[in-house]
């Protein structure tokens, strides 16, 4: 009994090495093999020339993304044009649009408050007085005070819509930071304006609160 196993699990394990041995290397035909096996281009990187050689192979493909079409995670795009010289429509109309972020997290804290010290402090200052290094109590090459984001009432009541317009479009003296902080990154650094100015807001009732018990 013992060998009539060994004898059918060596018939069986020659069986199989044979069976191995004869595998398919070539597969069948592809009914469509431009949808089976996918032309690594990246967006945007195919030239016109390019192009044009795939077209004479009756290969058509576009490296362009159907118009409105987002990447994955982005943020929607914000929906008001920059307004023509004169005019003030969608300035006022961005009051009504919200941040679409969620509160940060310590770690989102941090990083937006490295973005506004690198990218507004220069001109609003490290505590957002408006006493940057470039106005520097008046001493500094730029004579006009930047705005004073923390305890001027203008600013602290200034909706995160607005904030968002004029981060993106520019506003007076002010350009745009569009190209230097992506949408997410321009949000996270309103939030960060909007937590120092309800910090200082506390403070402020918090001082006239312990002036009021004093007396």
């Known amino acids: 009994m013992k060998k009539i196993f060994i004898i059918s699990l060596l018939a069986v394990a020659v069986t199989v090495v044979i069976s191995c041995s004869d595998i398919k290397r070539k597969p069948g035909r592809v009914y469509m093999p431009d949808m089976a096996y996918s032309r690594a ?6 030239t016109e020339q390019d ?5 004479k192979k009756g290969i ?8 409105g079409t987002i990447k994955r995670g982005e943020l929607f795009p914000f929906a008001l044009a920059k307004d023509k010289d004169g005019d003030s429509t969608n300035y006022v109309a961005s009051k009504q649009i919200h941040n679409p972020l969620p509160a940060l997290d310590s770690v989102h804290a941090v990083e937006a408050e490295r973005l506004f010290l690198v990218n507004c402090g220069i001109c609003h200052g490290s505590k957002l007085d408006g006493n940057g290094p470039l106005y520097k109590g008046g001493e500094g ?3 006009a ?11 602290e009541s200034m909706p995160e819509g607005q904030m968002f317009y004029s981060i993106t479009y520019g506003k007076n003296k002010m350009g745009s930071y569009a190209s230097q902080l992506d949408s997410r990154q321009r ?3 309103i939030q960060y304006i909007k937590s120092k100015q309800s910090a200082g807001k506390a403070s402020a009732a918090g001082s006239d609160s312990t002036a009021t018990a004093k007396k």
């Open 41 to 46: 281009y990246e967006t945007y990187s195919v």
């Open 51 to 55: 192009r044009e050689e795939l077209e």
């Open 60 to 67: 058509h493909y576009s490296n362009i993304p159907v118009p």
């Open 141 to 143: 090459p730029f004579p």
């Open 145 to 155: 005070k930047p705005a004073q984001l923390v305890g001027d009432a203008k600013y």
């Open 187 to 189: 949000w996270m650094v």
